[in-house]
């Protein structure tokens, strides 16, 4: 019965903010978040939120550094673009350097098509509409079956279960969330491939407050302030 009441729940949540994407969001300039490593503050991903009569544009930054021992170990360092008309996907661009290296994506709905163009630094090609950008400000990566890596282009399949509702505690304010998983539908990935998030949302104002994960540390993304 539980499992049940989870399915309804879920369907109620995604059939209404599909149908009202824009209005989620049309009053939100910024969204701020903190990047922790084993509850040491590291780094920010920010997005700056644009909008016009049927045009949506998100802005995001994100920086981090890991250090050991004095040494940068692991660090990013990445700006992208993206542009929603009429709530779809058109646009998306992203540069990265990851550890130095350079990561890119370029993304251009073909209308003729009806896909998404995508020229990336690990991937170049077509690809269906359905495919969501793998960010972190918004609930649609939560209803799709595959995201596009927002660092490189790749396509990556994935599952997404609800577990539970809780309530969370983010800079002394409380949220009442529904925790849900993510996960790469492919099981044979190797582990520094695979998807494998815990991810909190505020179903009242679809937005994601809270994504943990486990690579080399435990690591959180909470957010700090809405605009």
Request: charged content about 25%.
């Amino acid at each position: 019965m539980k499992k049940i009441f989870y399915i309804f729940l879920l369907g109620l949540i995604f059939t209404s903010t599909a149908q009202s994407r824009m209005s989620h969001y049309k009053n939100i300039s910024k969204i701020e978040m903190e990047i922790f490593r084993n509850d040491e503050l590291i780094g920010y991903s920010n997005y700056y939120f644009e909008h016009g009569d049927d045009v949506m544009t998100i802005k995001n930054y994100t920086q981090f550094k890991v250090k050991l021992l004095g040494v940068i170990i692991f660090s990013i360092s990445s700006e992208a673009i993206e542009k929603y008309q009429n709530n779809k996907l058109v646009f998306f661009k992203s540069n990265t350097f990851q550890n130095n290296k350079e990561k890119f994506v370029n993304l251009k709905y073909d209308k003729s098509l009806n896909k998404f163009i995508i020229d990336g630094s690990s991937f170049k090609g077509e690809a269906e509409i359905h495919n969501v950008i793998g960010n972190w400000w918004g609930h649609k990566i939560l209803s799709a079956n595959s995201q596009i890596s927002p660092l490189s282009g790749s396509i990556k399949e994935q599952t997404v279960s609800l577990l539970k509702r809780e309530t969370i505690e983010l800079y002394d304010k409380n949220y009442e969330v529904l925790h849900f998983k993510l996960k790469s539908k492919n099981e044979n990935l190797p582990e520094e491939k695979k998807l494998n998030f815990d991810i909190w949302m505020d179903p009242q104002k679809s937005l994601i407050v809270k994504i943990a994960y486990e690579r080399m540390g435990k690591w959180e993304y909470r957010l700090k302030k809405i605009e």
